[in-house]
């Protein structure tokens, strides 16, 4: 069975049809990526996807199951975590501490037992604190292990989106370009960390604009153009596709 | 681990000595009604300064414990400690029964919605004469426990900080759990708390509750402690002033908030000496200390000197 299903999705802002009539579904273990142009309806997708929207039209599926009308923490429940294109970092807090609230749901969330420091949820907590540590050097923020998120530069927050997502321990992550604003540097840093988390075994879904990265990754890739599918296959069924090359060069 | 507590061990010292030092019982009143503030102002700053959302309405919770250890005893004969936690209840009901359509409200919105909260308890205090004496206020009993009359000033002074101590403790742990996480969490960004889990509206409720029920029990400590209640207790200008409380301490910062009260409660008292000019340096002093300490004393000063917040 897939793991996501996505069927004839719909979108609708006041006339605005961000998405219209999408459908494809992601297989456990794979890289899958979403492509477009900007406005295509990606993020919405992503939106959508995620409980943050709820769609006018259309089913969503996780392992078979219908997710429509899920809030965003309810999906989380459910195994899927993801990132965001703008930045969305606890400034108030911790770096270390932005990826420990990742692990929300893993944890004793009781007041009382926490207001009066009970010694089993003391003990998890700093044992909680190692694993986001491990987290933050998973992906490659060892030099920012007692920083403050307020004081770290963009591409280590976009990092630490990534860890504080993965400390959810995800079985389905949701990448909004998680390489966006980054030099090529750093960009393939990224590509490194994507391949690694998918390699431990969790199916991640992609949306990104640097097609080296998209091409080099992809297990199978999903193009949109004004909201719709234009074309969904293997990398190369979609680089060879003539309605593609069109979409992005414009002929 | 220990650091967390470092500044809990400063309280307790200062507590400890403060009777030695004191010279004479005006003293003594001024450092319980410091201490009742301070557990206050603790209470609404885990809600606006730690999961970022505000009320203007506190002194409404304020009024309704105070009101219920004045109200229950006299006219009904509860026993004083059954009153403070049906104060307690009630208010805790009350912040419950608006929390939930009140936070579907942000900024300007929320801040009016609790404002309204506030005016109406306190309305109902004033209106409903025949119990709470209208805008007179009435006499409360003597708070007993176990036979015992708690009436002097020293008994209240260990009270007080006994429940100081324990507030300041129970907050810092708080703070530093995935309870706590999830609130500062949802302060930071909403939406990042919400896709890794968080209920949003679960915790913004749980914190608005149990402010407000922080609120009315130091309401009914005030009743009793006083032994008098007027609506005043409940009214807008003293939200405000817990508010200001919490902002010139600081945001966030459990010590802040304590800073905040104390320097707060003795300002008017150290400026009586300008003699009907108290209001106007009140209002210069704070409005300095927003110009050069927006962040509050407590982070702005912990910043200046290297320290690590709290």
Redo the contacts between chains.
């Keep these: 069975m897939s793991l996501l299903s996505v069927i004839s999705l719909s979108k609708t802002f006041d006339g605005v049809k961000a998405v219209q009539n999408v459908s494809f579904s992601v297989e456990p273990g794979v890289i899958y990526s979403v492509i477009g142009p900007n406005g295509a309806g990606k993020t919405t997708l992503f939106n959508l996807i995620t409980g943050i929207y709820t769609p006018s039209q259309g089913d969503i599926r996780v392992d078979g199951a219908s997710v429509i009308g899920k809030l965003p923490n309810e999906l989380a429940a459910l195994g899927v975590a993801r990132t965001f294109q703008n930045l969305q970092i606890c400034m108030n807090m911790d770096a270390c501490e932005n990826v420990m609230v990742g692990a929300h749901l893993r944890l004793d969330r009781n007041l009382f037992k926490a207001a009066f420091r009970f010694p089993a949820l003391a003990r998890r907590d700093r044992a909680l604190k190692q694993e986001a540590e491990d987290l933050m050097r998973f992906v490659g923020l060892e030099n920012y292990l007692t920083s403050r998120a307020d004081s770290m530069p963009y591409g280590a927050l976009k990092r630490l989106e990534i860890a504080r997502a993965l400390a959810l321990k995800p079985r389905l992550l949701f990448l909004d370009e998680p390489a966006a604003g980054l030099n090529p540097r750093e960009t393939l840093d990224v590509d490194g960390l994507v391949r690694k988390i998918a390699d431990s075994g969790v199916t991640v879904v992609l949306v990104e604009h640097n097609m080296k990265m998209v091409m080099n990754l992809s297990d199978r890739i999903l193009v949109m153009d004004y909201g719709k599918k234009l074309v969904e296959g293997t990398r190369d069924e979609v680089r060879h596709h003539p309605d593609v090359i069109a979409a992005y060069l414009g002929a | 681990m220990i650091r967390r507590y470092l500044g809990l061990y400063v309280v307790a010292v200062i507590i400890a000595v403060l009777p030695f030092l004191i010279p004479n019982g005006f003293y003594l009143d001024l450092a319980i009604r410091m201490g009742i503030n301070a557990v206050i102002v603790l209470g609404l700053n885990l809600l606006i300064g730690f999961a970022g959302q505000i009320s203007m309405g506190h002194a409404g919770f304020i009024g309704i414990g105070a009101f219920a250890s004045a109200v229950l005893p006299t006219h009904f004969g509860w026993h004083p400690f059954v009153a403070l936690v049906a104060g307690a209840v009630l208010a805790g009901s009350l912040a419950a029964l608006v929390a939930r359509p009140i936070f579907r409200l942000k900024g300007h919105y929320l801040a009016m919605a609790t404002l309204g909260l506030g005016i109406i308890v306190n309305i109902v205090l004033r209106n409903e004469a025949k119990y709470t004496g209208g805008p007179d206020g009435m006499p409360v009993p003597p708070f007993t426990l176990f036979g015992f009359a708690i009436d002097s000033d020293k008994h209240w002074y260990w009270i007080v900080s006994v429940i100081l101590m324990v507030s300041v403790w129970?907050?810092i742990?708080?703070m530093?759990?995935?309870?706590?996480?999830?609130l500062?969490?949802l302060?930071?960004?909403e939406?990042?708390?919400?896709?890794?889990?968080?209920?949003?509206t679960r915790y913004k409720v749980?914190i608005f509750v149990?402010s407000a029920v922080f609120a009315s029990l130091m309401g009914s400590v005030t009743a009793h402690y006083v032994g008098f209640v007027s609506p005043s207790l409940a009214d807008f200008g003293h939200s405000i002033e817990l508010i200001t409380m919490v902002v010139v301490g600081g945001m966030?910062s459990v010590f802040g908030s304590l800073v905040g009260a104390v320097l707060l409660t003795a300002l008017p008292q150290a400026l009586a000496t300008f003699e009907g000019w108290e209001t106007v340096a009140f209002g210069v002093i704070l409005i300095l200390c927003m110009i050069f300490m927006p962040k509050g004393l407590v982070p702005t000063l912990a910043a200046r000197f290297g320290g690590r917040r709290e």
Excluded at chain 2, 191 to 200: E, I, L, P, S, T
């Design positions: 129970a907050s742990n708080l530093n759990s995935p309870f706590g996480r999830a500062r969490g302060h930071g960004s939406v990042a708390a919400q896709v890794v889990g968080v209920n949003v749980a149990m966030a």
